[in-house]
């Protein structure tokens, strides 16, 4: 008796974790509500196609959608495989184009794994520093040690604050920015 005490108590605290995450995403996100479920319905879409093509390679490649506008960031192997990405993309419903960031994999390159996750939570930490950056919005990528930004920020100022903090981690070998400001 309890064991199953328990159990229903983790289902009940995991189901107010979520609930709360799913609020919290809403109230701090500049997006509406209709807008982020779409989105995320949208994201989760292509990475499910991902995950069931052949060709595609869910690890290489990753999805976001920001208002119907597709971001597919991470590396290939052959061009075949970059080409089904954005296809596979570009026919999920409700999107409205399909930018990319996809670099050739490179053997031998010295940056792995571990290096990108580091630059990730370097620049993720300077974000969270700077109290005048609303970082919950910005989402930081990195393949082959390139800082990818995705996200919405509220001004422009902001966004170039943002770029520099990423370029000023060492170990990051150049930032492409794709965050759009709200004003």
Known sequence: ?????????????????CGCTTVYKAVVDERNVRTIASDDKI???????????ETVKILDI??????????????????KQKNRAVKIARGVEGVKSVTTYLLPKKKGDLCGTSDNLA????????????????STNIKVKSVQCNVVLLGISSSKGEIHKIINHAKSVEGVRSVKSFLKSVK
Do not use: N, P
């Open 62 to 79: 990753s999805a976001d959608c920001y208002s119907g506008y597709v971001y597919l960031v991470g590396q290939y192997e052959t061009g």
């Open 43 to 53: 994201a989760v879409t292509v990475s499910k196609r991902f995950c069931d093509d």
């Open 119 to 134: 630059i990730i939570a370097k620049v993720k930490a300077k974000l969270i520093k700077d109290k005048e950056i609303w």
């Open 1 to 17: 008796m309890k064991k199953y005490l328990m159990m229903i108590s983790c289902f009940v605290m995991l189901a107010i974790v």
